[in-house]
């Protein structure tokens, strides 16, 4: 069985290899997104910070890939553009209410994610039919042609 961290330091390890990392996510951008994204990057941090020798003054031995967040299956709705509404998501929370350490603290992951990947965008993609039950018998006709403009 995958742990979060597994999964986060799978994440990282593809993203020191690569020069786009694509996140794909079910349906919508969530903290649950958000904190997946937020170990990623601090596992990447961490690896792209490393030196052999630790006198050293700390200079990335790479740098970070682009982040694509590609929302799947997308519900998002939204009168922006999906990178705009994932920047808007990355935005610090307001300080207020009862839980401010708890606040600052998911703020301290959006922060994170915003330094490690300076290059990111969002792209969203529709189901391709109502009841994915059926998606292999679906005749193309019933398609959603939302989901067949993206490849076009």
């Known amino acids: 069985m995958q742990t979060a961290h597994t999964s986060s330091s799978m994440v990282a390890?593809?993203?020191?290899?690569?020069?786009?990392?694509?996140?794909?996510?079910?349906?919508?951008?969530?903290?649950?997104?958000v904190k997946d994204l937020g170990h990623a990057a601090r596992t990447l941090d961490n690896l792209m910070n490393q030196t052999g020798d630790s006198s050293e003054a700390k200079q990335p031995v790479c740098s970070a890939p682009e982040l694509l967040l590609l929302v799947r299956d997308a519900d998002l709705d939204i009168e922006s553009t999906p990178s705009e509404h994932l920047e808007s998501y990355l935005g610090d929370l307001p300080l207020s209410g009862s839980d401010i350490s708890g606040i600052m603290a998911r703020n301290s992951v959006r922060n994170v994610i915003k330094t490690v990947f300076p290059r990111r965008s969002c792209l969203t993609l529709e189901r391709p039919c109502?009841?994915?039950?059926?998606?292999?018998?679906?005749?193309?006709?019933?398609?959603?042609?939302?989901?067949?403009?993206?490849?076009?």
């Open 130 to 152: 109502l009841d994915s039950s059926r998606l292999e018998s679906t005749p193309k006709e019933e398609i959603n042609p939302k989901f067949e403009q993206v490849g076009a």
């Open 13 to 33: 390890m593809a993203g020191l290899l690569s020069s786009l990392l694509i996140y794909n996510q079910s349906k919508a951008i969530n903290e649950d997104c």
